[in-house]
């Protein structure tokens, strides 16, 4: 089933353009991981194809259409995602083909480039030209977090749609809807979520729970650890390359509750770790604190670009925290 939320917001404007027949031929949907993006859509590809279409606003989710789109069995929907750590240029020479001929039995045909910031050099520029002579009755979505992370040459051919972060309200509302949890672990997870769902129900599991509790319990006595203590921990962190974006959060929001408790103590994310939160906040500067925050940033956009993890995560545990 297909997950909808406020994040679906912006597709309300792009059905009310497709409705006008005024749609842009393509489209940067950004925003972080797990606000819906991708599922947004795949929904608009339904409502643009449905075959139930007494309701535009919606697709009906039943049709013969709807339901091979959202199982991806229909020819016309066409995703492409790295293959590997990238999107290479074959994949986008196969597109290119496919593109050649006239949709099979779709109104419009829907391309959707999953992770588009992993298209290398060669495959972003052979997307470009076909960008720049699209064919008809085809809409393209590329799927980022920030716009640029494709070519500016790129960003500029397409209407950025922009997905913001879940209100924190959202999710913990849905999380005590759909599972069994008391409201103090809901918001919990919902800030540590930072606006996604997708993480939000990472935390539901316990592994993640109590993973969050190893590494905050490391970071409490980060500054008394000695370098060697210190590679370990990173190397113990860096075991999973897949689990690294959701440490580097856990990591984020230590740091985030420490720099705001000074401002808005209640608006801190580990509660349970109030006290020593206090702690440290009295122990650092505001600045170096936020020099912290800005390295973890930096180290998080070279995970999401697949560069150097291991020896960024080393780096940011040995000498930045
Ligand atoms: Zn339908």
Redesign the pocket.
């Known amino acids: 089933m297909i997950y909808l939320s406020d994040s679906h917001k912006p597709i309300r404007y792009l059905i009310s353009a497709f409705q006008g027949n005024r749609l842009h031929h393509a489209f940067l949907f950004t925003g972080i991981e797990g606000v819906g993006r991708f599922n947004a859509a795949i929904q608009f590809s ?1 409502v643009c194809n ?3 279409r007494s309701d535009l606003t919606e ?5 013969p ?2 339901r091979r789109i959202y199982t991806n069995q229909h020819p016309d929907m066409i995703r492409i995602q790295p293959e590997g750590t990238s999107i290479k240029i074959s994949q986008i020479r196969n597109l290119r083909k496919k593109l050649s001929y006239k949709p099979v039995d779709a109104d419009t045909r829907f391309v959707f480039v999953i992770k588009a910031n992993l298209m290398t050099i060669e495959s972003a520029n052979a997307l470009l030209k076909i960008l720049e002579e699209p064919p008809d009755c085809t809409v393209f979505i590329l799927i980022v977090e920030n716009q640029n992370d494709v070519l500016q040459t790129i960003s500029s051919r397409c209407q950025q749609i922009r997905f913001s972060p879940c209100e924190e309200t959202t999710i913990v509302a849905d999380l005590l809807k759909t599972n069994d949890i008391n409201p103090d672990t809901a918001r919990l997870i919902a800030g540590l979520s930072f606006g996604s769902f997708i993480r939000a129900s990472l935390y539901l599991k316990k592994k993640w729970m109590t993973k969050r509790s190893y590494i905050l319990s490391r970071l409490e006595k980060l500054d008394q650890m000695s370098s060697g203590f210190r590679l370990c921990f990173a190397e113990q962190l860096s075991k999973k390359k897949d689990d690294i974006p959701v440490i580097l959060d856990i990591i984020m929001s230590w740091f985030r509750d420490i720099l705001i408790y000074r401002y808005c103590p209640e608006r801190i994310i580990n509660k349970d770790y109030q006290q020593s939160i206090y702690d440290h906040a009295v122990k650092y500067s505001r600045e170096a604190v936020i020099q912290k925050i800005e390295q973890i940033q930096i180290v998080q956009k070279d995970v999401a670009a697949n560069l150097n993890i291991r020896l960024a995560l080393d780096q940011l545990i040995l000498l930045q925290l």
């Open positions: 339904m449905c075959e139930n697709p009906c989710l039943e049709c259409t709807c």
